[in-house]
């Protein structure tokens, strides 16, 4: 993987270097320092357009310009964060540019996990900020003072170099020019060379006018696109037909060269997962050499259809509905619904799958679902199975199930939004019995923590929890659940010697895409003794675009308006065998 993604690299910047010698690139910024720069737009990690007016009352700017793969950037990530922390409460706004050709958002975020950043990373898309800023190599500072005048630009300091370091730099340049700027002075070294990448410019792709919707993107949209935007389905359009798509050109192709649809969340670098959404690089190219050739239809026609069957699990062996159902406003945030479902289990019930089935999905951005007692207060920490727009259901091998005690009932949290009209839903949640011999049964650690209280303003507030693995395990997946303010997470197993692997991060959390990350069975086994360590982080600034309110303390609470930092580890315990034998029509022990 990281292979590849050099390999990459260097054949752009071979492919740079041709053209610098061919003339074609200009070397030296033709921006000078004294000029006034206007407003800059660039995306941030959740994939929205934002720009240096969505900060309030910033006495100047520091932009510094990153990619993933500069050793340079990498070197000085750590002696920014450090500045910026200082220079914070002096109401200076870092932010990291990435102008990475080859670097998508989801890398850059993860670059920004990995190297624990608080201020935001954000992408120069079309080159814009580089151009604007006159910044030709990676790691280019730049100082915007109050007015947007360009004060400053160059190097950090002088201690690391492409060929070697110093122990400590002979000058702070940044710092330097950063003081001068906010004391109303004159900045004394207004320029500094930068050793580091040149920044590159996507290479231009070969035009080619041999893609068709029959002939390529029918067969992409059926393969990762229609199980979502189809009639009835979970996204706001259908993408079954040739006008449909044609129609959407111009949108498909920004958000598949983002890398914004299919949703998908983890970070490529950590982790395999069966249940993982993505395009190759091949197939982006060919969405985009689709719509840059003006959408040709090739031959015949080609419909596309998603799956109709409502019950994924098969007929559901018991249904049971929250009958009144909700009421969703036109407009507006609606919060957390809770209700408990009216059934009450007679007996431990072995379920085997679990499907969570809205009768109106527009309006649901997901739903989770667990047990609990009815005299207890609400709550979803036997969590067993959630429901996100195109998620699927839960199935279980065979011979694992999900035992529901007896006594319990199942209760069920929503997070609903309004479309512009007033819309009804309710709920229904399908069980499909275990039958036959349960061997394993489902067990969760939930890694949790109900004492966090993340100050007001703060950006990336670390909330962790850990629990030692008590047998020896078969992960199944992981799970999080935060709101609003949750900017990412990441999952960690450390083993007995202390070695640490990253089983997952989710380094731009989405709260409207709560997916569970699924490993194929049997691969991901976890010893006794392996310390599970989950890693949060939320945003609680001004510039969270769905923070309610940065001023407040947030502590742990249900609705959205607070936070939660509850993560699941779903796992069997390796070597189990009950040798239980269920009766299919009831899911209870045979002779209950
Ligand atoms: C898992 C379900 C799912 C899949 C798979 C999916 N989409 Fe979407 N898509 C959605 C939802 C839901 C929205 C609405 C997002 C919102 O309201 O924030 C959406 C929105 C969009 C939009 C509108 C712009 C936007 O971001 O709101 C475009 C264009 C789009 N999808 C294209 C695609 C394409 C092309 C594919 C396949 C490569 C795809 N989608 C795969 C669920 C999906």
């Not at 990475?100 to 814009?128: N, R, Y």
């Not at 069980?431 to 209280?453: E, M, N, P």
Request: proline share 6%; glycine share 8%; charged share 25%.
């Amino acid at each position: 993987m990281l292979h590849a993604r050099f390999l990459h690299h260097v054949v752009i910047v071979g492919g740079c270097l041709a053209l610098l010698c061919a003339g074609a690139t200009g070397a030296e910024p033709d921006v000078k320092v004294g000029s006034k720069v206007g407003n800059l737009t660039f995306k941030d990690t959740r994939y929205l357009p934002r720009s240096l007016d969505d900060f309030k009352e910033r006495k100047a700017f520091v932009l510094v310009f990153t990619t993933t793969g500069c050793p340079l950037v990498e070197r000085y990530l750590g002696v920014l964060q450090r500045l910026e922390s200082e220079f914070r409460p002096k109401r200076v706004e870092f932010l990291a540019v990435n102008v990475g050709a080859d670097d998508s958002i989801l890398d850059m975020a993860t670059q920004a996990v990995e190297h624990d950043m608080e201020f935001p990373f954000v992408k120069d898309w079309d080159g814009s900020c580089a151009a604007k800023l006159g910044a030709a190599r990676t790691p280019t500072a730049v100082i915007l003072d109050e007015k947007r005048v360009l004060r400053y630009r160059g190097r950090i300091d002088d201690r690391y170099r492409l060929s070697g370091n110093r122990e400590e730099p002979t000058r702070e340049d940044l710092r330097e020019a950063l003081t001068e700027v906010l004391a109303g002075k004159e900045v004394r070294v207004p320029e500094t060379t930068v050793d580091g990448c040149r920044i590159s410019r996507p290479v231009p792709e070969k035009p080619r006018n041999d893609v068709t919707y029959t002939g390529h993107i029918a067969p992409l949209l059926q393969k990762c696109c229609v199980e979502c935007h189809r009639a009835e389905g979970v996204a706001p359009f259908p993408l079954e037909s040739y006008k449909q798509a044609a129609g959407k050109a111009a949108t498909i192709a920004e958000v598949v060269a983002e890398g914004r649809m299919p949703p998908w969340f983890a970070s490529p670098k950590y982790g395999h997962f069966v249940n993982r959404r993505g395009l190759t690089d091949e197939e982006r190219e060919l969405v985009a050499a689709w719509v840059r050739g003006g959408c040709a239809a090739g031959d015949g026609t080609e419909l596309l259809t998603g799956k109709k069957d409502r019950w994924l699990i098969g007929k559901p062996d018991l249904i049971v509905k929250d009958a009144p159902g909700y009421t969703v406003p036109k407009v507006g945030e609606v919060p957390y619904k809770y209700t408990t479902l009216p059934y009450v289990f007679e007996e431990d019930t072995w379920v085997q799958a679990v499907q969570i089935l809205p009768d109106n999905p527009r309006v649901v951005h997901h739903c989770n679902l667990g047990y609990m007692w009815p005299q207890e207060k609400i709550n979803m920490e036997n969590l067993i199975a959630g429901y996100v727009p195109g998620g699927e259901p839960m199935k279980l091998e065979e011979g694992v199930a999900v035992c529901i005690p007896k006594g319990a009932v199942l209760a069920l949290q929503t997070h609903l939004v309004t479309t512009g009209k007033e819309e009804k839903c309710s709920m229904a949640v399908g069980l499909k019995f275990a039958s036959g011999t349960v061997q394993k049964r489902l067990r969760a650690y939930l890694l949790a923590d109900s004492k966090l209280a993340i100050p007001p303003g703060a950006p990336a507030y670390a909330v962790k929890a850990s629990r030692v693995l008590e047998e020896d395990a078969i992960g199944l997946g992981l799970f999080a659940h935060m709101h609003m303010r949750g900017r990412d997470v990441t999952f960690r197993a450390v083993n007995a010697d202390d070695k640490s692997e990253t089983l997952l991060m989710i380094p731009n959390f989405n709260f409207d895409w709560q997916t569970a990350y699924r490993w194929e069975y049997g691969k991901q086994r976890l010893a006794r003794g392996t310390r599970l360590e989950c890693v949060a982080h939320y945003d609680n600034s001004a510039f969270n675009p769905f923070n309610p309110d940065p001023k407040a303390t947030i502590r742990d609470g249900q609705q959205t308006p607070n936070e939660m930092m509850n993560a699941f580890f779903y796992y069997v315990r390796d070597g189990e065998k009950l040798g239980l034998t269920v009766d299919g029509a009831t899911g209870r022990l045979k002779g209950k």
